[in-house]
């Protein structure tokens, strides 16, 4: 993207696509950080709800909403002159929703992603799938990643969040307009493992919930966070992201907030099947979007074409599918027996350390710090 078109403007106009939880409180985020907000809601009666009574009371009940922000259902009305645009809808319906915006998007203006799901079928990345349906360069594209529980933000907790872009540039621009009082945005340029952070920590969230249902205690959880978080890291870096950035907000900072949380979607949905509801029930039952469960398919793809180990989530696609009963649940007790889909044999499936990936790194700024002893 050119350093025009990341300047920040005095007063930006911003267009978030997406009336939930997370696209209203993203709204409310920019609003406070002082933007104007225009926030595109499929149902006009939603959208007229946010315009006149500052209000979402679907998904953010006792928020008062900022009056920086308006709403429409007209989606062209909404994306009008806008100078950022945030997309915020639930992922496997994104490439459709895109399909409407392609003609209409206003040139050259940065596009952020908000959602944290894989597509189903192609796998992608849900940049990837901006960058393809939009046709655009992928510079102008952002996403935004980190422990961020909606209701907690709407009601003005202090967090965190990871912006990223392939241009550094943008991600500044992104980042400072998405920054106030009560939410900070630092930056990075690691898209793969900022966006694979957000994923694979809700299929972790999951198991989680499901042990939490099942009634295990702190213990459990404790192993399946750990070794989780190795299970994260070792198939983000497999896809060329920075183990760094799992340690980060968007990796390891979101893990702790979505498995400790009720209020995630992702743990209370594994909890339902912990506690013997059947992955249909579950889904007729959220009246949320848990995006881990459509990504638990295309996840384990992705880990088998780069042979990457995944005991969670392998056992979390089990549960789901009613193959393992939830009180079996115990990931990290798998043998280098069952250790892998071509049942490899590593040494990550029986030692306790970081990960290949973390060891890795290690490696790598032990060899640095040497070498710079020699040279000095
Ligand atoms: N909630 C959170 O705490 C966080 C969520 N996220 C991510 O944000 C993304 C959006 O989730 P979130 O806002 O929480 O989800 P919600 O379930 O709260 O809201 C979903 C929104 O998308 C709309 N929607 C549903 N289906 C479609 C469709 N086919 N086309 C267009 N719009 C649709 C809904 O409209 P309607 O009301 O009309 O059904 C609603 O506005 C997800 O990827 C999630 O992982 C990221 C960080 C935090
Ligand atoms: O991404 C989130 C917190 O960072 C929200 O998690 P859930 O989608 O599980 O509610």
Known sequence: MSRAAAR??????VTVLGAGSWGTTFSKVLADGGSDVTLWARRPELAKEIREAKRNSDYLPGVNLPLAITATA?????????????????????????????????????VISLMKGVEKGTGLRMSEVLE??????????????GPNLALEIAKEQPTAAVVSSTNLETAEAVAKIAT??????????????????????NLIAVAIGIVDGVGYGENTKASIITRGL?????????????????SGLAGLGDLIATSGS????????????????????????????????????????????????MPICRQVSEVLAGTLDPKDIAPHLTTDDDSGPQGERTLDARQDHGGAALRRSLKRAFDQLRNRGRSS
């Open 8 to 13: 920040v403007p005095v007063r930006p106009r």
């Open 74 to 110: 007209d989606i062209t009305a909404a994306l009008k002159d806008a100078q950022f645009v945030f997309v915020s809808v639930p992922s496997q319906s994104l490439r459709q929703n895109l399909e409407q915006i392609r003609e209409i998007i206003p040139a050259d203006i940065p």
């Open 132 to 145: 393809s349906v939009l046709e655009i360069d992928r510079n102008r594209i952002a996403v935004a990643s």
């Open 180 to 201: 106030n009082r009560y939410f900070r945005s630092f930056v990075n340029t690691d898209v793969i493992g900022t966006e694979f952070g957000g994923v694979l920590k």
């Open 230 to 246: 190795v299970e994260m890291t070792d198939f983000a870096v497999a896809y060329g992201g920075h183990p760094e950035t799992l």
């Open 262 to 309: 009720s209020l995630s979607r992702n743990n209370t949905a594994g909890r339902l099947l912990g506690q013997g509801y059947s992955f249909a029930d579950v889904v007729k039952s959220m009246q949320q979007t848990a995006e881990g469960l459509a990504s638990v398919a295309p996840v384990l793809e992705l880990a088998a074409a780069k042979g990457v180990d």
